[in-house]
Every structure is written in C-alpha cells, then in structure tokens.
C-alpha cells in the first residue's frame, strides 16, 4: 500500500460526458501528479500540482483540468470524453524532489 | 518523440537466472532515473534508482546501471523469482523538474 488513494476504481461513461477522478496523496506529501496509461502504452504526464498551486504541465488536454484543494488531495476533470480517452489514470504523490509514490489508478472506460 | 525507450516488450527468464531490461534515453538533461515494477490494477511500484553522478546502484537482488555515455540504462535482478513477473517501466526526470517520463514498459515473465 503506497498510501495514496484514488477513487473511484472503475468508471464506465458515455460519450461527451464528463468524469471526476479523485486523489489522495501520501501524507506530508504536497506535490501531486496526474498519468495517463493507455492501452500497451507507458505513462504519460499530464499535470503536476504542488502545495495547491500547478507547477508543471504535460501532453495535456484542454478538455481537461485539475486542482489540488487546501487539503491537498487533488481531482481530475475530464470533460467532452471520447473514445480515445479511455484509459488508466494515476495519481502520485511525492515530498518534492524524492521518488513518487502511485495510487491504484481508476480505470476509466468510455461507451 | 520517445525520450524514454524500452525496446523489448516482453522478456521470459527462468527461475534462479539473471533477468537483465534495457532502457535508452535521448535527453541529456535527464539527471536521475528510476525503475518501477507494476502488477496487473495495481499502481507502478517504486523500486530503484540512480542518479546520474553514478554508474551503479544496488539493493539486495536488484541493481542499477548507468551508461551515460551510451545514454543507456540498464536493470538487473538476480537471482529471478517468480515473484517479480510484472510489468517493469523505466523512469527518467529532468534536472530541476519532478515530473518523470516513462518508458512504455516491459513484461518479465519468470518461469519455474
């Protein structure tokens, strides 16, 4: 157990619709990040928070956003879903510089 | 553009032998490199890294090499168990960021 936690495990959508993806980081742990894994593909940075604040940006999409609240857990919006958005999506958190740790993922699946 | 590659997308060892997954990068600026080992719904697993002030790295089974003139790295495990089956993804983060850029992954299966 990582210690950080994401809800919901599964998520199965229509298209155009829209999905909130929920993150819990480590304790004491104030950046957070937001992976896109793909079918057969590695993980792809979208978004990176720290102490509430977005400090760096990825491949990602407008249709997207993020936000880490003053308790530091963080959500992912996504909006307009397509067929292509389907994938595993990770959360990890970390103490700034050192190692990330990684949530379960939610498994999104767009109809 | 692939910064990070790993070549082999599978890889099948037998128990008791070393399994050795190759990593390559292109961007000189990358400046510590992680390795992660991931079983199937479960998140990525921290399990090694080095920094680029080193060629080598080593905890327990598992060690790291560097070859930063080859732009190479390299994750040996020995002696394999059948534990360690999973998916294994190459990590790399640029000097003075913290985002990391993964590789697309390699399957290691180890077999009795």
């Known amino acids: 157990d990582s210690g950080v936690t994401q809800t919901p495990k599964h998520l199965i959508t229509a298209t155009g619709q829209r999905v909130t993806l929920r993150c819990s980081p480590r304790s004491g742990d104030l950046s957070v990040y937001w992976y896109q894994q793909s079918l057969d593909q590695g993980l792809q940075f979208l978004i990176q928070y720290y102490n509430g604040e977005e400090r760096a940006k990825g491949n990602i999409l407008e249709r997207f956003s993020a936000q880490q609240f003053p308790d530091l857990h963080s959500e992912l919006n996504l909006s307009s879903l397509e067929l292509g958005d389907s994938a595993l999506y990770f959360c990890?958190?970390?103490?700034?510089?050192?190692?990330?740790?990684f949530g379960p993922g939610t498994r999104l699946t767009v109809l | 553009d692939q910064q990070v590659k790993q070549n082999s997308p599978s890889l099948s060892v037998q128990e008791g032998r070393i399994s050795i997954l190759n990593c390559d990068y292109t961007?000189?600026?990358?400046?510590?490199f992680l390795w992660y080992k991931k079983y199937p719904a479960e998140g990525p697993t921290f399990l090694i890294s080095i920094s680029s002030i080193k060629d080598k790295n080593e905890d327990g089974r598992f060690t790291v090499f560097l070859n930063k003139s080859a732009k190479h790295l390299s994750l040996h495990i020995v002696p394999s168990q059948p534990g360690d089956s999973a998916v294994y993804f190459c990590?790399?983060?640029?000097?003075?960021?913290?985002?990391?850029?993964f590789g697309q992954g390699t399957r290691l299966t180890i077999n009795p």
């Open positions: 990890a958190s970390s103490d700034y510089y050192n190692e990330q740790f």
């Open positions: 990590a790399a983060r640029v000097q003075g960021a913290q985002k990391l850029v």
């Open positions: 961007n000189s600026m990358f400046d510590y």
